[in-house]
């Protein structure tokens, strides 16, 4: 040591230890290097949001040491995805990830009676995040600061606020806080809120892949049964998100256990044995997820809002082979031979025309009901509104709800009302020809997404505008006619009185004999209503007079087949039917 230098000399005790206390200080989570990755819920990177996760810790990185790459704005993320896509999921990764603290906050409990009251919550939420540096700060649903209230337009003073709060940081922080604001609809969070987040991030819909991928990690640890296949189980939930996931297994796991209940024990398991039972795990079968798919499907149409479509068989359509068949193979084909599609070769709208009531409408729900797809059905006129700019928002929410909801067929019924020739309408300001443009758009787009199929019907192919029949849209025409071999008649005649009690007295044949020789499937449905208000009324009769019960069933007799044959007109008449073959030569040789 150099003389005159001072030094510090250290005094080391070796036999005790002391610990001061001197309060708190704030530093990252500690990693956990022993973190079990295969536990879905506290993955690093979860099944099909990795690239969700990758993008989010990409975007804050910088901002943790914001010293060092002067940033001068808080890190934010806009996060939008469908609700149930694993938002919160993602988030919980990355804060794992990136090794800080979450606090959490739902925006709807920010929101107060008043700007001012709203305003100071919204303050309070960050001043409490600086608590916990370095955190982030999560705001659940941001839509909903600085919505309209009462129609007084958005609220101003809460979005400066947030403005400010998202912009500017504090310099005396020696920790970061990341701001993440989620939001299941994009649209609706205001522009000012929207510009000051300096990161976008959105969850899509999973890919077939991806949904493979969250299947098999969600049911690593359930006993499955052997002829389960999660890829074609992947391939049946197109649209599904996490949380559409989680609600199938839970229903699925339901009902293996009431197969199991009802199985073994129809008088009911004690319960000792339900619980050793459920100790032992018994395996969930492909039958258990094809119950719970159906329920899961149904509420996926209720929810955006394709009306329910009663069950129609192939049974209740009676002849129209051809028409059946050439629907099947547009619709039908691609999703049970994917391969196809990869070739290019896709064909997504039908059009089925002819006169009215030969069973068009009638044959679209027999294809929803067997290709258990959600089934959006449209009728033409109900998307015409009076407002500016309504209609072809209404076109346009159509086809956004058919893609949400994809496998999906739209069915427009009355297509001529929706799409008649462009330049020819007389309705001021053009409305039709910008929802015929609008419709042709939407057709347009259909091919990227494969697998929303459009099957169009009407009466007067004609009157529509020409660019809707090009290749790639509405390009296969097929000719719904009306039966006029008795045969033919026949088959729909017995299809219509599949479920009627007939006499064993009644012969479909004589009947249709003492007929017009032209009929609709609408006639035909005519004559036997016809036929079954004669039986009705007999029975009346009957009853009144103390010769019949209410309890006996209704029986069709061959007199009251033949009182409604002689009433029937066909609603067809001769000279209609010749413009519907003229028709029908023109858009064949076309
Ligand atoms: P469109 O849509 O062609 O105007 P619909 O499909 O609405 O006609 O048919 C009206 C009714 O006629 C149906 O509800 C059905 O009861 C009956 N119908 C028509 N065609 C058939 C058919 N081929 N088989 C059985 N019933 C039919």
Same mark, same amino acid.
């Given at each position: 040591m150099v003389e005159g230098e001072q030094s510090e000399g250290y005094l080391v005790d070796t036999q005790n230890t002391s610990l001061y206390l001197v309060g708190s200080t704030n530093s990252t989570v500690p990693s956990a290097p022993g973190y079990s990755s295969n536990e879905f819920w506290s993955s690093l990177s979860p099944a099909g949001l990795c690239e969700v996760v990758k993008q989010l810790c990409d975007a804050l990185r910088p901002h943790l040491h914001r010293r060092a790459s002067a940033l001068s704005s808080v890190g934010s993320v806009l996060l939008s995805g469908?609700?149930?896509?694993g938002k919160l999921m993602a988030v919980r990764a990355v804060c794992s990830c990136l090794n800080l603290h979450l606090f959490k906050v739902d925006c709807v409990s920010l929101c107060s009676d008043t700007s001012a009251a709203t305003e100071e919550k919204v303050q309070m939420a960050f001043s409490q995040a600086q608590q916990y540096q370095p955190c982030v700060l999560l705001l659940k649903d941001i839509e909903v600061l600085g919505r309209e209230r009462d129609g007084l337009g958005e609220d101003a003073r809460v979005i400066a606020t947030l403005r400010q709060l998202l912009l500017d940081t504090d310099p005396a922080l020696s920790h970061p806080v990341l701001v993440i604001g989620t939001t299941s +609809? #994009?649209? @609706? &969070? #205001?522009t000012d809120v929207q510009t000051a987040f300096l990161h976008e991030v959105k969850i899509e819909a999973p890919s077939e892949e991806q949904r493979r991928l969250m299947l098999s990690m969600l049911t690593a640890s359930l006993p499955l049964g052997k002829e389960v296949s999660l890829s074609k189980l992947a391939r049946r939930t197109a649209g599904f998100v996490l949380g559409d996931f989680c609600a199938l297994l839970s229903h699925s796991s339901r009902a293996a256990c009431t197969r199991i209940q009802a199985l073994s024990f129809p008088g009911g398991l004690s319960e000792e044995v339900e619980r050793d039972f459920c100790t032992a795990g018994f395996p969930v079968l492909e039958e258990d997820f094809s119950a719970a798919l159906e329920q899961l499907h149904d509420a996926h149409s209720q929810a955006v809002g394709a009306p329910k479509i009663p069950s129609v068989s192939w049974q209740d359509v009676g002849g129209l082979q051809e028409v059946k068949k050439e629907i099947l193979d547009t619709i039908q084909l691609p999703l049970e031979h994917p391969e196809l599609l990869s070739l290019g070769l896709c064909r997504s709208g039908l059009l089925l025309y002819g006169p009215p009531g030969t069973g068009k409408t009638l044959l679209a729900k027999a294809v929803a009901t067997t290709c258990t797809m959600t089934f959006l059905s449209v009728k033409? #006129? =109900? !998307?015409? @509104?009076?407002? &500016?700019g309504q209609s072809e928002e209404n076109v346009r929410n159509v086809f956004a709800r058919a893609r949400a909801a994809a496998p999906c067929i739209i069915f427009f019924d009355e297509l001529d009302s929706l799409a008649p020739s462009r330049g020819r309408s007389g309705d001021s300001g053009g409305v039709m020809d910008r929802v015929v443009s609008q419709l042709l758009a939407e057709l347009d787009g259909l091919h990227s997404t494969r697998e929303v199929f459009v099957i169009g019907a009407t009466n007067r192919p004609d009157l529509l505008d020409p660019a809707l029949l090009r290749p790639g849209r509405f390009d296969k025409l097929v000719y719904v006619g009306i039966s006029e071999d008795r045969e033919s008649q026949l088959q729909v005649l017995s299809a219509v009185t599949r479920r009627f009690k007939l006499d064993p007295s009644v012969n479909l044949t004589t009947i249709l004999e003492k007929c017009p020789a032209q009929l609709t499937g609408a006639d035909i449905y005519a004559l036997c209503s016809d036929a079954m208000m004669c039986a009705v009324k007999r029975k009346v009769e009957w009853i009144e007079e103390g !010769?019949?019960? =209410? +309890?006996s069933a209704l029986i069709l007799t061959m007199e009251d087949f033949l009182q409604a044959a002689a009433r029937l007109q066909p609603s067809v008449s001769e000279q209609e039917l010749l413009r519907y073959r003229l028709i029908q030569q023109k858009f064949a040789a076309s």
């Open positions: 469908p609700s149930g896509s +609809k #994009p649209q @609706n &969070v #205001p033409g #006129p =109900e !998307l015409i @509104n009076m407002y &500016v !010769l019949d019960t =209410e +309890k």
